[in-house]
């Protein structure tokens, strides 16, 4: 399944390089609302939030009205994603609040997953709606809007949060933007660790990538090559 990216900044649509070089931008959301409209699932992110710079929430809230979105970017509580959900958000995207044991109560469960936390979520939120975010930069987990790093490996953390989410989202930052391909050899180490569903982004450039994703029972989103029409979409 192709799900279509929306990341939000500065109150607008906009595509960055590896999370930091600004290629594109647009306002005609219209525009992109209808073009997506026929997906079962849009992914909406907020970036501003996620790099704990501002908020596009009233933005949010036009796009959920009109799309079905899974939408992330800053949620740092159960609370957060309850004013997502109200707002008719699908799902809600988990990603750096579960890692770095700050809300860890026995870190000796995990020194760096926030396990507590996650079980959290769940109980206050349901698993079904829940997505963890395992966003990996030179190899190792990146959180704080890809500024920083964990210790730990994606197979690591998705296995000891599988107990907790309906679905994992998996960013390659290293290829994020960049149009060069996203390394399928990963996907399938990732799709051999978990039973969820796995989805997958950074570098997805053309449509044969996701049909060889979906062969291995795992989804994938593009932006990049959405909007710059290499992906019909």
Not at 76 to 96: C, N, P, Q
Not at 174 to 179: K, R, S, V
Request: hydrophobic share 45%; proline share 3%; aromatic share 8%.
């Amino acid at each position: 399944m192709l799900i279509p990216s929306i990341d939000l900044m500065g109150g607008r649509i906009v595509q960055l390089v590896q999370g930091e070089k600004l290629k594109l931008a647009f306002d005609d959301f219209d525009y992109w609302i209808e073009r997506f409209s026929k997906y079962p699932l849009v992914q909406l992110i907020d970036l501003d939030a996620a790099m704990r710079q501002g908020s596009n929430a009233d933005l949010i809230s036009q796009f959920t009205s009109k799309l079905p979105c899974q939408v992330g970017g800053g949620l740092r509580t159960a609370e957060d994603g309850k004013r997502m959900l109200d707002l008719g958000t699908k799902r809600v995207i988990y990603g750096s609040s579960l890692f770095g044991g700050d809300n860890e109560p026995d870190r000796k469960r995990h020194p760096l997953i926030n396990l507590a936390f996650a079980q959290n979520l769940r109980d206050a939120l349901g698993e079904e709606q829940l997505v963890f975010s395992v966003d990996t930069k030179g190899g190792q987990v990146a959180v704080r809007g890809w500024k920083e790093n964990v210790a730990l490996t994606p197979e690591e953390a998705v296995t000891w949060l599988e107990d907790f989410c309906a679905a994992f989202l998996y960013t390659h930052v290293d290829t994020e933007g960049t149009m060069t391909g996203f390394p399928i050899d990963v996907a399938a180490i990732l799709r051999a660790t978990t039973a969820r569903q796995l989805i997958v982004a950074g570098g997805i450039k053309e449509r044969r990538e996701i049909d060889e994703l979906d062969a291995m029972g795992v989804d994938a989103v593009a932006g990049m090559a959405v909007y710059s029409g290499a992906i019909e979409a």
